[in-house]
């Protein structure tokens, strides 16, 4: 059974950096299309980048130019670094397959942004 391990959040200030980390035991990353969610709260879980087997990477408006995906293949590890941290990016962050969240979910990292 795949495992999700997410890790690396905390309480950061606005305008502030944070680097997730998703290991992935029990399967691969290099297999599949990758992505990070976050669900804040109150709100439903959304999609705020992927990137695929190839590399291509994709960002939710909200993240675009502040947030990068990356994989480490050798590591079975996705990363998230979050720079220019704002307050609406508060929210659990997950990570799973994409399109579709294949896997069962982590218990994610807590993200908060506030002075």
């Known amino acids: 059974q795949v495992q999700l391990v997410e890790s690396g959040g905390g309480l950061v200030q606005p305008g502030g950096s944070l680097r997730l980390s998703c290991a992935v035991r029990?399967?691969?990353?290099?297999?599949?299309?990758m992505g990070w969610y976050r669900q804040a709260p109150g709100k439903q879980r959304e999609l705020v980048t992927r990137?695929?087997?190839?590399?291509?990477?994709n960002y939710a408006d909200s993240v675009k130019g502040r947030f990068t995906i990356s994989r480490d293949n050798a590591k079975n590890t996705v990363y998230l670094q979050m720079n220019s941290l704002q307050p609406e990016d508060t929210a659990v962050y997950y990570c799973?397959?994409?399109?579709?969240?294949?896997?069962?979910w982590g218990q994610g990292t807590q993200v908060t942004v506030s002075s």
């Open positions: 799973n397959t994409w399109p579709y969240a294949l896997w069962n």
């Open positions: 029990g399967s691969t990353t290099s297999a599949t299309a």
């Open positions: 990137i695929t087997t190839g590399g291509t990477t």
